[in-house]
């Protein structure tokens, strides 16, 4: 199935947001860029070389990830990370 070419970009406002609520925003984000691409959390996990219970408890906003493992995420569901400063 061709989905054909597409951009999603996450924008992280990191001054303006509390830590719980930029987990809880990133994970509902990635969940949806995730099933507009009708990926599991088990392949979207195999793709970025984690384990599916990380992809399942960043998706939910209960888990710390390093950077890398969140580029490594991002990369897989061909995502772009931006930093926004206000």
Do not use: W
Not at 29 to 43: D, G, T
Not at 64 to 78: E, F, G, P, S
């Amino acid at each position: 199935m061709f989905l054909g070419t597409f951009r999603v970009y996450l924008a992280i406002k990191f001054d303006v947001m509390r830590h719980t609520e930029l987990a809880k925003d990133l994970g509902q984000a990635l969940r949806q860029a995730r099933e507009l691409q009708h990926l599991s959390q088990l392949r979207l996990a195999l793709d970025a070389h984690v384990q599916q219970c990380s992809i399942c408890h960043l998706e939910k906003g209960k888990l710390n990830v390093t950077i890398d493992t969140l580029l490594d995420i991002c990369q897989a569901l061909h995502l772009k990370v931006m930093l926004v400063r206000e």
